[in-house]
């Protein structure tokens, strides 16, 4: 993890996994402020948006792990600092099992896009603006396709560095990563 004074967003641990993307974004200053353009469809990423969010967090809040086998996902920090870690668990990936971690600050803007079938979780040193998109809207995955795991099993290889984040109620008494691999087995996800 970057505590020092280096402001990179990059990955900082883990493997490059197969179709996961975190592409820089061209912030352009004046006097007024800045434009940045946060998504393009040409990019050719995996994402075919079809719903996009805002997110404030304060401090030290950890939202995640979750995972979905619908949906592929966007993410681009606008304020703020955090760490994204992806962990593959599609089969027939060719980085199946495999771990990553991403720091992003706000004043380097880059977005990360990332497939379905790969669990995903975001922590907020500071407070923070970020926004995201999916290719699924809520209202059509919430109920059925929103799995979650716990943020610090350490079958993630995530090396967080962090403790006791704040995190939501479903978060805290979410299952294991075997946990959620034993559910998503029961669903045929693996098969
Ligand atoms: C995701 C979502 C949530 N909500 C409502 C439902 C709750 O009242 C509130 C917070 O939802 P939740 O606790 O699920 O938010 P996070 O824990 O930040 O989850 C998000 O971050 C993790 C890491 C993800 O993978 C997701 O894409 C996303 O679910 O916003 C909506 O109204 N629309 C939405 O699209």
Same mark, same amino acid.
């Not at 820089?24 to 200053?29: G, I, Y």
């Not at 962990?87 to 060719?94: F, V, Y």
């Not at 407070?127 to 716990?150: F, K, L, T």
């Given at each position: 993890m970057n505590t020092t004074q280096l402001i990179k967003s990059a990955q900082i641990d883990g493997v490059e996994l197969h179709q996961v993307r975190l592409v820089s974004l061209d912030e352009h200053k004046d006097h007024r402020g800045s434009f940045t353009? /946060?998504?393009? &469809? #040409?990019? $050719? +990423?995996v994402l075919k948006p079809v719903q996009w969010s805002a997110v404030k967090s304060e401090a030290n809040v950890f939202r995640g792990m979750h995972f979905h086998v619908r949906h592929d996902e966007y993410f681009c920090l606008l304020e703020g600092h955090c760490l994204l870690g992806l962990r593959d668990l599609r089969? $027939?990936?060719? +980085?199946? #099992?495999k771990s990553a971690l991403f720091e992003l600050f706000g004043e380097d803007p880059a977005a990360l896009v990332f497939p379905v079938g790969m669990l995903h979780g975001w922590y907020f040193f500071t407070p923070s603006i970020h926004v995201q998109a999916v290719s699924e809207a809520y209202p059509d995955y $919430?109920? &059925? &396709?929103n799995w979650r795991c716990r943020? *610090? &099993?350490?079958?993630?290889?995530? *090396?967080? $560095? /962090?403790?006791n984040p704040i995190l939501s109620d479903l978060a805290a008494n979410a299952p294991s990563l075997q946990g959620l691999i034993n559910g998503l087995t029961f669903k045929g996800y693996f098969s």
């Amino acid at each position: 993890m970057n505590t020092t004074q280096l402001i990179k967003s990059a990955q900082i641990d883990g493997v490059e996994l197969h179709q996961v993307r975190l592409v820089s974004l061209d912030e352009h200053k004046d006097h007024r402020g800045s434009f940045t353009e /946060i998504f393009q &469809d #040409h990019w $050719g +990423t995996v994402l075919k948006p079809v719903q996009w969010s805002a997110v404030k967090s304060e401090a030290n809040v950890f939202r995640g792990m979750h995972f979905h086998v619908r949906h592929d996902e966007y993410f681009c920090l606008l304020e703020g600092h955090c760490l994204l870690g992806l962990r593959d668990l599609r089969p $027939g990936s060719p +980085t199946q #099992h495999k771990s990553a971690l991403f720091e992003l600050f706000g004043e380097d803007p880059a977005a990360l896009v990332f497939p379905v079938g790969m669990l995903h979780g975001w922590y907020f040193f500071t407070p923070s603006i970020h926004v995201q998109a999916v290719s699924e809207a809520y209202p059509d995955y $919430g109920a &059925d &396709d929103n799995w979650r795991c716990r943020w *610090n &099993d350490p079958e993630l290889e995530l *090396n967080w $560095g /962090i403790e006791n984040p704040i995190l939501s109620d479903l978060a805290a008494n979410a299952p294991s990563l075997q946990g959620l691999i034993n559910g998503l087995t029961f669903k045929g996800y693996f098969s």
